[in-house]
C-alpha cells in the first residue's frame, strides 16, 4: 500500500515520540526542583536561635545559667 521511500521515515515517530517524552519529563523535573524551598534557609527562626544557642552551650561558650536563660527567652 506505501510505497518504498515511505517505508523508510516510519521509525521518526516512535523516536519523535520518545524525545518529546524526555523533553517533558526533563521539564516537570526541573519545575519541581525549583518550587520546593531550599532546605539550608531556616524558616522558623525560634527554631534557628535554639539551634545556636544548644550549639554554642555544647562548645561551651557559655554556661548553663545563662543557656536556660536565654532558652527560656525564646518563643
Known amino acids: 500500500m506505501m510505497s518504498g ?3 523508510g521515515w516510519m521509525w521518526i ?3 519523535l515520540i520518545v524525545a518529546g517524552l524526555m523533553i517533558i ?3 516537570v523535573v ?3 526542583q525549583s518550587a520546593r524551598p531550599p532546605s539550608s ?3 522558623d527562626p525560634a527554631g534557628s536561635a ?3 544557642l544548644d550549639e ?3 562548645r561551651g561558650e557559655i554556661d548553663e545559667d545563662k543557656y536556660r536563660r536565654r532558652r ?3 518563643p
Open 5 to 7: 521511500w515511505m517505508m
Open 50 to 52: 535554639r539551634r545556636i
Open 25 to 27: 519529563g526533563y521539564v
Open 56 to 58: 554554642r552551650f555544647a
Open 72 to 74: 527560656d527567652l525564646l
Open 41 to 43: 534557609t531556616g524558616t
Open 30 to 32: 526541573r519545575l519541581v
Open 13 to 15: 515517530w516512535p523516536v
